[in-house]
């Protein structure tokens, strides 16, 4: 199996910053996909960024210009850069990565999930 864990979250002031990390282990082969989704209280869990491994992203509209999504292959570690935080950033949020095993059965693993507060 393939575990994520995350940290970085925390609680800071609007228009401040935050840098997620989350490193996966496990019997990897490879990982195609790494990303941040984010669960706000009685909102629907939506994708942040994602990239792929040969570097290709995606952001959510709310979050371009602002986050920035990198990748360490070789540590199989995927980060979250935030800046200019505002309260509607505030959510739980979750890595995910989806790869090849040792296996070489797929898998798609979910971290524990980092609360970040935007709050003054």
């Known amino acids: ?8 979250g925390g609680l800071v002031q609007p228009g401040g910053s935050l840098r997620l990390s989350c490193a996966a ?4 082969l490879s990982i195609a996909i790494m990303g941040w989704y984010r669960q ?9 960024a ?4 040969g570097g290709r992203t995606n952001y959510a509209d709310s979050a371009k210009g602002r986050f920035t999504i990198s990748r ?7 980060y979250l850069q935030m800046n200019s935080l505002r309260p509607e950033d505030t959510a739980v949020y979750y890595c995910n990565a989806i790869g ?5 059965s797929m898998f798609n693993s979910w971290g524990q999930g980092t609360q970040v507060t935007v709050s003054s």
Do not use: F, Y
């Not at 282990?25 to 990897?28: A, V």
């Not at 706000?40 to 942040?48: I, N, S, T």
């Not at 292959?73 to 995927?78: I, R, S």
């Open 1 to 8: 199996q393939v575990q994520l864990v995350e940290s970085g």
């Open 25 to 28: 282990s496990g019997s990897i």
């Open 40 to 48: 706000a209280p009685g909102k629907q869990r939506e994708l942040v």
């Open 50 to 53: 994602s990239m792929s491994s």
């Open 72 to 78: 360490d292959n070789a540590k199989n570690t995927v």
């Open 100 to 104: 090849r095993a040792t296996t070489h």
